[in-house]
């Protein structure tokens, strides 16, 4: 029996395990390259860090100044306008980027003509594609003073044209709509791949006991998309501390006029590279981490309390 056991442990690695190891390889090597050893640049949180030859060489050099850098993140003014910005956005962002593609996917699936469900599906998809730089573009396009094409309208119809760039209010709503616009595509495709994976024989039951559409939504389709609804709600959550970049610094084209309504932590953390204060820069993107982290695990813990089955850990 020991001979036998001890051949059973010499067979366990065969050749299926080195072609799936070969396979796993280029994207083991990319997320050591890009996502864990980027991980040592947490350090400069707590250095003065100052260019002094090579980034190693200055990496080593620089002086240790302990929770300085995140005491002046703190202190200074912007701090609570920036949480603001970032946490109000984001939680807008996470209530509608569930609810419109739960919408959308359900109002598709609904749809009796396969053909027309896949042009509106693609079109919703599309702009997923589309990078902040090319959206940017398109909406000076149609939002600048001089050439834009809202501006025409408003000249051509004998009114004056408008600072759209300089016009605080406008731009909370217009950014939600951007966000969604960008997003809804992709979330309406993972839902409405869950939709398709639903079995039809729960919705002829439903059929032949007499209960309505919105009875097999509610009673069938909704219960059974809860668990994909919970999980992209947690993935969502765990990244309210973060902002898209590109929406708040691309497309209002970093105008000073709408500061305060577009100054979010990612924008803060571009801005203090480019003035050379890269340990502030990295304890602000540190604790964007480190209160993600906290908020996705609280999240997934509370969820996990109310209903096992749904929490992701």
Known sequence: MA???????????????TELTLLALPTTIWYFLFSFLPMFGIIIAFKSFRINGGFI?????????????????????????????????NIIFIILGVVVPV?????????????LAKVYQTAMFMPHFLSWVVVAALVWAFLSFDKGLVNNLLE??????????????????FLVFMNLWKSVGYGMVVYLATITGIDKTYYEAAGIDGATIWQQIRYITLPLMKNV???????KVGGIFYSDFGLFYQVPRDSNSLYNVVYTLDVYVYKQLRTSTTGMAAA?????????CITILTANAIVRKIDRDSAMI
Do not use: C
């Open 103 to 115: 919408a959308a996917a359900i109002a598709i699936g609904q749809l009796h003509s396969k053909r």
């Open 57 to 89: 060489k200055s990496f080593l050099t620089s002086d240790w100044i302990g929770f300085d850098n995140f005491k002046f993140l703190f202190s200074t003014k912007d701090i609570w306008l920036i949480l603001r910005n970032t946490l109000g956005y």
């Open 3 to 17: 001979k036998e056991r001890k051949k059973i442990k010499r067979r366990r690695w065969n050749r299926d395990d």
């Open 284 to 292: 602000a993107a540190f604790m964007q981490s480190v209160a993600g």
């Open 229 to 235: 609804i919970i999980m992209m709600f947690i993935m």
């Open 156 to 173: 051509s119809m004998g009114k004056d044209r408008v600072q759209w760039y300089m016009k605080k209010e406008m731009w909370p709503p």
